[in-house]
């Protein structure tokens, strides 16, 4: 368990690993999205996060909260630092690549 702590240390840069302060127009948006809940679940569930992060709770509070793993929690809360709520959406491009014949 030790090398957890150190680890997890490490990630968020020795201290709390917490979202930025949000402004107005982001809580906004962010409390747009619970209340209608008619998004897609990823975007909600990251929408969880960061509202519960901005609340001051703690990654694996969070994580327990919206039933995902610890470093998801940080990935997205570290995502939103740097882009903000385009971290909401998701990146996935699933599939087989396509067969480019000469």
Not at 61 to 76: F, M, N
Request: aromatic fraction near 2%; charge should be positive.
């Amino acid at each position: 368990m030790g090398g957890d702590v150190r680890s997890d240390r490490w990630r968020c840069g020795g201290r709390a690993c917490a979202v930025r302060r949000l402004t107005d127009q982001e809580g906004q948006k962010l409390q747009q999205i619970m209340r209608r809940g008619s998004t897609s679940a990823v975007r909600y569930r990251r929408t969880m996060m960061l509202l519960a992060s901005a609340g001051g709770n703690r990654v694996p509070v969070i994580a327990q909260l919206v039933q995902a793993d610890e470093g998801t929690g940080r990935e997205v809360i570290h995502r939103f630092d740097e882009i903000g709520l385009a971290c909401l959406d998701p990146q996935c491009a699933g599939g087989r690549p396509r067969l480019l014949t000469p």
